[in-house]
């Protein structure tokens, strides 16, 4: 089966841990992640400026070596991300921001994404939001 996986939550929501246990047993069984999308607070979960205190779990980095040693398309909303303050260098340099708070393996990009994810997958499984 093809998932595409929608996380709204930001890195210290426990759906958010249960995004990457979900992503992590989807790939175990066999199955396919066409795309994650992190959209509203779940941009956070790719943020490099988030700090884990020692005694939590680092949902952050772990999504980022999660999507980098598997090679999956992660996509961060760009619009979503500049309201957080969660810019690359790109757009950072655009803003005349300082901060780069986001680089590999994360792509920002727009809604579309999602729309496209959800079109090559068999199932949209979201994670978190209002």
């Known amino acids: 089966m093809k998932f595409a996986i929608a ?7 426990p759906s958010s841990r249960r995004a990457l246990l979900f992503a992590q047993a989807a790939l175990a069984g066999g199955h396919e992640i066409v795309r994650l999308f992190f959209y509203q607070d779940g941009v956070y979960n790719a943020a490099n400026s ?5 005694d939590e779990q680092d949902l952050p980095r772990e999504w980022r070596e999660f999507v980098g040693q598997h090679q999956l398309d992660g996509v961060v909303c760009i619009a979503a991300a500049l309201r957080r303050g969660v810019l690359n260098a790109d757009e950072a340099q ?15 990009s727009g809604l579309g994404q999602l729309h496209d994810a959800v ?4 199932r949209l499984i979201c994670f978190g939001g209002a």
């Open 50 to 54: 988030i700090v884990t205190p020692q």
């Open 119 to 122: 079109q090559a997958a068999d």
């Open 94 to 108: 655009r803003y005349q921001r300082t901060s780069v708070s986001i680089e590999a393996p994360w792509e920002l």
């Open 7 to 13: 996380l709204f939550s930001a890195a210290h929501a």
